[in-house]
């Protein structure tokens, strides 16, 4: 079946440091992938997607490139806030046909920046 | 404000009990699926509707059922409820497949 494992957190960075966050995905097909985020109190927003291999999602500093070869789309942005705090989890979609697309989601990796 | 209403935000009940949670979809998405949330299992897909059929099924336990009506809105009813089934139920909707999806604000369930 589907899977996707993502680091484990919490992350501790300084503001204006670089973050990567690894996610390894395992999935028949083509799947599309998704990074959401997920602030204090609220549900998931979709962050950046792909949907095929060599794509790159970019949102708000935010980078993701699917690799089929490595089957990751791991996240990077180069100089975080205080503001990006929030739990990150990376997602697959593989479709069975039919319109049948339930998302399987990682773990989540909890991200704390600190001023 | 995501688009996705669901109601009510916060509900705390007793074990075998049951409980109706409702969601809106984002105006036009014709899919909606539900999520469970809980800290040792993570985000569970649970179910996914489209237009009133289902169309795919998770780790959906046979105590709970839900319902897409023609207006588009789904509820989730969870039946004899355990203290087990304490978490966060998500709704989301989708336009289609790999669009991804949008997520309302959540149901925490509290069962006592």
Known sequence: GNSVTQMEGPVTLSEEAFLTINCTYTATGYPSLFWYVQYPGEGLQLLLKATKADDKGSNKGFEATYRKETTSFHLEKGSVQVSDSAVYFCALSSSSGGGADGLTFGKGTHLIIQP | ?112
């Open chain 2, 1 to 112: 404000d995501s688009g996705v209403t669901q109601t009510p935000k916060h509900l705390i009940t007793a074990t075998g009990q049951r409980v109706t949670l409702r969601c809106s979809p984002r105006s036009g998405d014709l899919s909606v699926y539900w999520y469970q949330q809980s800290l040792d299992q993570g985000l569970q897909f649970l179910i996914q509707y489209y237009n009133g059929e289902e169309r795919a099924k998770g780790n959906i336990l046979e105590r709970f059922s839900a319902q897409q009506f023609p207006d588009l809105h789904s509820e989730l009813n969870l039946s004899s409820l355990e203290l087990g089934d304490s978490a966060l139920y998500f709704c989301a909707s989708s336009v289609g497949v790999g669009y991804g999806y949008t997520f309302g604000s959540g149901t925490r369930l509290t069962v006592v």
